[in-house]
Structures are given as C-alpha cells and as structure tokens.
C-alpha cells in the first residue's frame, strides 16, 4: 500500500509563515501606460501607481492552523514609477509575468498573478481628501489599447465625508444626467512594449 508524502510543517508565527525571498524576472512582459487627467477640478500633488501581484492558487501555500481550511496568503504591492510628461499627463510602465514562481514552501510551485494596477491620486496631504482611484485588470491591459474612467468634480477636494476612496466608472452612464457635465476623466493609452 503506497503511503503519501508527507506534507512539509511550516514554521507559521502570528499568523503568517515566514515572508519568502520573492525574486524578479529579469524579462518581463512591458506594457507602457500614458494616463492623461482631463478637465482637472484643481490640481493633484499626489498622483500614483503599483501593480498588485497575488498567488491565487491556495494549493502551494501552507495551512495556518486554527479554523480549517484557513491557508497563508501571499500579496506583493509593487510600486510603478510614474513620470511627469507634461501637464496633466503622466506615463510609467506596468509589467506583467514580473515575479519568478517559485516553490517556496515545500508544498510546490506558487504562481503569481498580475491582478491589476491601482492608480491614485489626491489633491494634496490635507487631513480628509478623497482619494482617487482606479484599478486596470490583468485583462483590460492585455486586451484594451485605451480606457477612460469618470469622477465626479463634487467630490475634489473633499466629499461630504471626508477621506474616502472614490472609484472612477468606465460607463458615463452610470451617472445622473445631470452631472454629467461635472465629472473629470483619466484617460489611459495603453501599449505593450516589444522587446
């Protein structure tokens, strides 16, 4: 009768195993993203961007005991530079395939997952702006050459409750017919890089 391996105990401290050493590939897939913030309110200081990578597949990741079925979670945020071109337009570039799958528990390969990219922006570092946001998913930047994502001026610098996340729509319908003459747009051009 044929035995099972054993699964390989991992040493897990409150509630998380050990962070493993995460390395990069050095030829990434290079999508270059121009983002263009049109018919601004006011200006924005803060403007950003990082790539969410995320091992989706629970199977390579240890258990951390407790409730069943409970597993260990692997998340990297991993910044994207942007540059000011000019105005209120701004580029960096988002890469998919960055980080090398690895087995990095004994319990076999993880596999990362570009999940999306977030883009943020905020007026400036006063207590309770909004903050702006709006991802780009994992299949939006392979399929899609542009994207467009609407926000309400009303809510520049602050909303009525202050320090919120505000999520830009990509439909103009979703808004009242009547502010649709009050939004602002950060229009995304979207190119893979070859090589």
């Not at 960055?98 to 993880?110: F, H, I, N, P």
Request: glycine share 8%; net charge negative.
């Amino acid at each position: 009768m044929h035995n099972p391996s054993p699964v390989r105990s991992v040493d897990v401290k409150d509630n998380q195993p050990p962070r493993p050493q995460i390395r990069r590939n050095p030829n990434p897939t290079a999508y270059e993203i121009t983002m263009t913030i049109e018919n601004a309110p006011g200006p924005f200081g803060i403007v950003k961007a990082a790539m969410q990578y995320e091992v989706l597949d629970e199977s390579c990741l240890p258990d951390l005991g407790g409730m069943a079925g409970t597993k260990a979670s692997l998340l990297e945020w991993v910044p994207v530079e942007l540059s000011h071109v000019s105005g209120n337009t701004y580029r960096g570039v988002v890469y998919d395939n960055l980080l090398v799958d690895e087995d990095y528990y004994g319990l076999g390969v993880c596999h990362w997952s570009l999940v999306t990219t977030q883009f943020k922006l905020q007026a400036g570092v006063v207590q309770g702006e909004s903050r702006f946001s709006h991802h780009i998913f994992h299949d939006d930047l392979v399929r899609k050459d542009k994207i467009r994502s609407y926000f309400w001026n009303g809510r520049y610098p602050k909303g009525k409750l202050e320090d919120i996340p505000v999520s830009g729509e990509e439909d103009i319908l979703k808004f009242k017919p009547e502010v649709r003459d009050e939004l602002f747009v950060l229009a995304f051009d979207i190119r893979k890089v070859t090589p």
